[in-house]
């Protein structure tokens, strides 16, 4: 018991910071202008975007309601989203009835097929036609 009550303070605190730091810092300061928010190191050194390249941008547009312009930065973000908040549900509240879910979300076929999707998503957003499509500047 008590590794579960330190577990869930554990996520209690995360979540405090996520909403009294992150959330104000990336509402008021845009991560496309601001000079100390975090660059992606892979497109540094390749020119090319990394699966989670524009979900600092995608939180700005979100927080400031442009829902649209969030989902153009990283649609993948938009698709997984679901998956990481049922995951991080069933893994706060594991018991007998969570059990299951968390044992779905934490299979093989699941995670492979995370895998899968993330790689694909990899590839396709640095295909030629990808940033012509959403129109974003790049």
């Not at 009294?20 to 975007?49: E, I, M, N, S, W």
């Not at 979100?62 to 938009?78: A, C, D, I, K």
Request: positive net charge; charged residues 15%; glycine residues 4%.
């Amino acid at each position: 018991m008590e590794r579960d009550s330190r577990r869930l303070l554990i996520w209690i605190l995360v979540i405090l910071f996520i909403l009294t730091v992150a959330v104000p810092l990336y509402f008021y300061f845009d991560p496309a202008h601001a000079y100390l928010a975090p660059k992606c190191p892979f497109r540094l050194l390749t020119g090319l975007d990394c699966p989670s390249c524009g979900n600092q941008r995608a939180l700005h547009a979100l927080l400031h309601g442009e829902v649209w312009l969030s989902f153009r930065y990283n649609p993948f973000m938009w698709l997984c989203a679901p998956y990481f908040i049922l995951l991080i549900f069933a893994s706060l509240l594991r018991g007998k009835r969570i059990e299951p879910l968390y044992d779905l979300l934490t299979s093989n076929p699941v995670i492979i097929t995370y895998a899968v999707g993330y790689c694909l998503w990899w590839v396709i957003r640095n295909l030629p036609f990808w940033h012509n499509l959403v129109d974003l500047p790049r």
